[in-house]
């Protein structure tokens, strides 16, 4: 089975040729139809902003590393034992990850947790990609497979919305606007966000928050951060900080911007050795804020199914790569001049679409 996957470990960005990680195309072994599993077609998997992290070895070292978890496609096929109603033709979208809903973490609601979450993680960058069945949703009728293959992403959204506790008109920044905080951006603002603002340097990026709902941007590198902020929620701070940046220099900043009382969310992967310095007295005992993370999506896939027909996705699909041309995609990626990349794993018919 071809696989989009991480060929040499190391930095994809770095200068150096002789150690720079290498993307390519691998035959990895055909994955086996058990009887709960649904084999699927891949239409479209996305690039990831995770993707450049794996290649540094973030996760392991043996490669190939096998790539891809964000994904759409059509079912070829079905294990005798499946019984949520998936049907082979049916247009997909689903989890890269299986909790298995028996360990202790899943029997005490706490599915990030599982024990056993990495047993179905298999590469969806491919021509197929067989996963069990309660990872797979069907796409409503309305959402074409270009669009469905940002459900992942989109769960993520959801689970920042979660973990943010917000309340209907709450006063919401979102820092970063890549692909997970344009979602943000635009779940938060179905969610009844206020002074919903976009922090970014990348003109163009606040351009596209702008036109999907965001009421103010500001530009970390030419505006004062903090004032601007304190103008835009007079005075008061933002209820829910939301990073999605994994920047190490924009996450100093955000505390500054929260209100007292307000919740911070660190929505994003950072270096697993950065530290960032934290005043308990100022943050957490005057102003009393809440710091949480985000790991994995638990319990997110149903509601983002019902999010993907009402969110604005026309820019964060407009680039795809044919499979053969995954290494050219990645370049693109890396270049940062595309908000999303996708590849199109086959041609997979939705004329009527």
Not at 74 to 79: H, I, L, P, T
Not at 303 to 309: E, I, K
Request: glycine share 12%; hydrophobic share 40%; proline share 6%.
């Amino acid at each position: 089975m071809r696989t989009v996957a991480v060929t040499k470990i190391g930095s994809l960005r770095d200068p150096d040729e002789g150690a720079r990680g290498r993307i390519g195309i691998v035959e990895l072994p055909d994955q086996p139809l058990g009887p709960e599993d649904v084999r699927i077609r891949v239409a479209y998997s996305a690039i990831c902003g995770s993707d450049p992290h794996l290649a540094e070895g973030f996760f392991g070292t043996d490669v190939p590393i096998g790539l891809g978890h964000e994904l759409s496609g059509v079912v070829e096929a079905v294990g005798d034992g499946v019984r949520t109603g998936i049907r082979v033709g049916d247009r997909i979208a689903g989890n890269f990850l299986r909790f298995c809903g028996s360990c202790g973490p899943c029997r005490d609601g706490r599915q990030q947790f599982c024990e056993f979450i990495q047993d179905y993680n298999r590469p969806g960058m491919a021509e197929t990609v067989t996963w069990h069945e309660s990872q797979v949703y069907r796409l409503p009728d309305s959402v074409s497979l270009r669009r469905g293959c940002l459900l992942e992403p989109t769960s993520v959204a959801v689970r920042i919305a979660d973990k943010s506790g917000m309340r209907v008109g709450d006063r919401v920044a979102i820092c970063g606007g890549g692909p997970i905080g344009q979602l943000a951006l635009q779940v938060m603002r179905l969610h009844g966000a206020t002074s919903l603002t976009l922090i970014e340097p990348i003109a163009e990026r606040r351009e596209m928050a702008l036109a999907t709902g965001a009421q103010h941007v500001i530009d970390p590198v030419g505006e004062d951060q903090a004032a601007r902020a304190a103008e835009i929620t007079e005075g008061r701070g933002y209820d829910v900080v939301i990073d999605a940046s994994g920047s190490t220099r924009a996450v100093r900043g955000l505390l500054d911007i929260a209100a007292k009382g307000g919740t911070v969310v660190y929505g994003a992967m950072y270096p697993h050795d950065f530290e960032m310095p934290l005043n308990l007295s100022d943050f957490l005992y005057l102003k009393e804020l809440t710091l949480t993370g985000v790991f994995v999506s638990p319990y997110a896939f149903p509601r983002a199914v019902q999010l993907l027909p009402l969110l604005d996705l026309d820019a964060l699909t407009e680039t795809a790569f044919p499979f053969d041309q995954a290494v050219e995609a990645f370049a693109a990626h890396l270049s940062g001049k595309h908000p999303k990349v996708l590849i199109r794993c086959n041609d997979v018919d939705e004329a009527q679409r």
